[in-house]
């Protein structure tokens, strides 16, 4: 049986129109082997989270430029928490103060990415901490 | 032997020349081109523009095709106009912040609105949560914007407004604002972007599906060419396409398609085109490529030019201008050492004025971090007056007109750009070519092409891909006021618990009748807000006659 494909969902929280971003990375990650389902702009954290369960996915990657994050992204671990989902990768990424990522890292997100990172880390990220196989 | 002659005999002993350089020490790459996929030669010389007919193709600035410019004497009478698009938080501050940016010299307002505003929903909208005062300011009603203006006649200033599926409501708003200031219409000068296509292709705040938006925009152009003379009813953008990944080419090219398409809906809405052209403008990205970037400025203005005359028949001159802001490019800013941003800044200022830009906002340096702190946006703003004062580029009129490359360079984006408006011409216009995906996947794949040239180091950015440092993150970052949510919130029932209900269902119900048949949505939104209706309400009362835009993800 050929080994499953990472799944990924990559979300737009929020009211944010900036997509630049994560379609890049949709490309990217598809580019070293990865399934990905991009949600959209304006995703509410409850359709994420169920897109999520019912994609069954390994990572939730979400992106946000607006500086909405400080509620977005602990609102999707913690619609996750409430299901019981525990073996989703949560990865967050945007323009992101350097001062809000602990919170965000205690509520649950596995890492921000932050200006400047490039595809190839979130690639290697995802495969070495993914929760699930 | 003629002149042309002799530089051909030169050339071929020059290539000689190079044949043996290159021998010993080969170019830094097997290939030069730029952003744009145009191939950069060695050298350029009067052999690359054999047929150049300086009178077809430049003019004098001020002349068609507007090559040169759209003003005789350019910056020599007046320099362009400073213009730093800032909003935050609540009303307040975004005032204090108004009048900390005229006292620092700035000439004219730009009004950010946070994305509930932009999106047609007032702050206490559960959509709303987390990103109330965010990218912008919070704009509900009418109470907002006395804030927001408060101290600043609206005479004085000419303002910007970046607000597109609500530009209506905005605009009434500032129209009644000034109302109350005893201010006539007719004095009032500033813009709204009220684009939308670009929304649906690139930046994402649209509301309604395309057709209403479209009605709603010709309702605009109507209304104000009659009542509100000196106001620009449009701001068609390339800004937003170049930064969701564009090339310098693919911004042009989308941008003027886009603009043609509002031009024929005003058409066949039953607009005579000199009555509406002369107050459409444009807003362009100030990107890094130099040169490229001077001409493509230039390429726009002539396809503009020759398209409104040959193709819609315009013959107000003023109709043929292009006319536009330009803004530095927030995509080519880092995160690392962002110092280095002034400098990336300053260059592409510079790229815009020798472009003709008629306004100018230069980003703060520290923009790919946060929102900026009032230091990194008085320096962005003494970045355009050291243009203007110290640099002596605005004492001549279009001074790299001439050289060979730009004369070249400016030929061949109006070509690459004209073939990308033929094929979505030949598409059926830029709403069909949205809905089939075609602009958004061109954006994609630059975009993609461009972030692949970073990471395998084809593409240097100073500090980001080489020359980097160990740093530690800046810490003096603007930082929004977590309560603003809240104080709207309270403010929004203070207002509903004062106001004239009956009064704001009636003029609610004007607006709806309006929308069902398909009269002049102007007058009605208008007469709403002077009822204090707020901006969610009217925008709810849109959505329940025209539906919402439902985006397929184009990935």
């Known amino acids: ?133 | 032997m003629s002149a042309l002659e002799r530089i051909k005999a030169a050339k071929a002993k020059y290539e000689e020349k190079v044949a043996k350089t290159l021998q010993k020490m080969p170019e830094r790459k097997p290939a030069f081109v730029n952003t744009s996929g145009i191939p950069v030669e060695r050298v350029y010389t009067p052999l690359d523009l054999e047929d150049f007919d300086y009178m077809e193709k430049l003019g004098f600035p001020g002349d068609f095709p507007y090559t040169r410019g759209v003003q005789p004497t350019a910056y020599r009478g007046r320099f362009w106009t400073m213009r730093q698009y800032a909003g935050f938080g609540s009303a307040q501050e975004t005032n204090e912040r108004y009048h900390y940016l005229l006292n620092a010299g700035q000439t004219g307002l730009s009004v950010a609105f946070d994305l509930p505003t932009q999106i047609g929903y007032d702050s206490d909208h559960e959509l709303a949560r987390g990103e109330v005062g965010k990218v912008g300011v919070a704009i509900d009603s009418l109470w907002d914007m006395e804030t927001l203006f408060k101290g600043i006649p609206l005479d004085k200033v000419s303002t910007s407004m970046t607000i597109n599926s609500p530009a209506a409501i905005l605009m009434a708003m500032y129209l009644v604002l000034a109302e109350k200031q005893n201010i006539s219409y007719d004095k009032l000068r500033g813009t709204i972007q009220n684009d939308i296509l670009k929304e649906y292709s690139s930046r994402g705040t649209y509301i309604f599906p395309p057709r209403p938006s479209m009605k709603i925009i010709t309702d605009i152009f109507e209304y104000c060419s009659k009542e509100v003379p000196q106001w620009n009813t449009i701001s068609i953008s390339g800004y937003h396409i170049r930064e969701a990944g564009a090339t310098a080419v693919q911004e042009v090219a989308f941008t003027l398609a886009n603009g043609f398409a509002y031009v024929d809906a005003a058409i066949k809405a039953g607009l005579p085109v000199d009555t509406f052209g002369p107050r459409l403008s444009f807003f362009f990205n100030a990107h890094a490529d130099f040169l490229e970037e001077v001409a493509k400025f230039r390429a726009a203005r002539r396809i503009w030019a020759k398209t409104m005359k040959e193709r819609f028949g315009a013959k107000d001159p003023r109709s043929l201008m292009l006319r536009f802001h330009t803004q530095t490019a927030g995509c080519t800013l880092t995160a690392q050492q962002p110092l280095n941003n002034i400098v990336r800044v300053a260059f592409q200022a510079m790229s815009a004025v020798l472009g003709g830009t008629q306004s100018l906002h230069t980003n703060s340096m520290d923009e790919a971090l946060a929102l900026p702190s009032e230091q990194a946006v008085q320096v962005a703003l003494r970045t355009q007056q050291l243009i203007a004062y110290e640099t002596g580029v605005a004492d001549t009129v279009d001074p790299l007109a001439g050289s060979y490359y730009i004369e070249k360079l400016t030929d061949e984006i109006e070509a690459r750009a004209q073939a990308y408006i033929d094929t979505i011409e030949k598409m059926g216009g830029p709403v069909v070519a949205i809905e089939k995906g075609y602009i958004q996947k061109e954006i994609q794949e630059s975009a993609y092409r461009y972030q692949k040239e970073i990471e395998s180091n084809e593409r240097i950015i100073v500090g980001l891909n080489k020359f980097q440092v160990q740093e530690e993150k800046p810490k003096e970052l603007l930082k929004v006021d977590p309560t603003v949510r809240d104080k709207q919130i309270e403010r929004l029932k203070e207002l509903k618990a004062q106001r004239d209900a009956a009064a704001v269902s009636q003029a609610l119900a004007g607006v709806k009748e309006a929308a069902q048949t398909g009269a002049n949505l102007m007058p009605p939104i208008l007469a709403a807000v002077r009822a204090m209706a707020t901006l969610g309400e009217i925008c709810d009362t849109l959505r329940d006659v025209f539906g919402e835009y439902e985006a397929a993800p184009f990935v």
């Open chain 1, 1 to 133: 049986m050929p080994e499953r494909k990472i799944r990924v969902l990559a979300a737009k929280p929020g009211l944010d129109g900036h997509d630049r971003g994560i379609k890049v990375i949709c490309a990217a990650l598809r580019d070293a082997g990865m399934e990905v389902i991009y949600t959209g702009l304006r995703q509410t954290p409850e359709q994420i989270v169920s897109a999520a369960i019912q994609e069954d996915v390994d990572v939730i990657a979400m992106s946000c430029l607006s500086g909405a994050h400080d509620y977005l992204f602990p609102r999707v671990t913690e619609l996750l928490k409430e299901k019981g989902v525990q073996d989703i990768l949560v990865l967050g990424g945007g323009i992101i103060p350097e001062e809000d990522i602990p919170t965000l890292k205690a509520s649950g997100i596995a890492e921000i990415f932050t200006p400047g990172a490039t595809t190839t880390q979130i690639i290697d990220f995802i495969r070495n901490n993914i929760r699930r196989n």
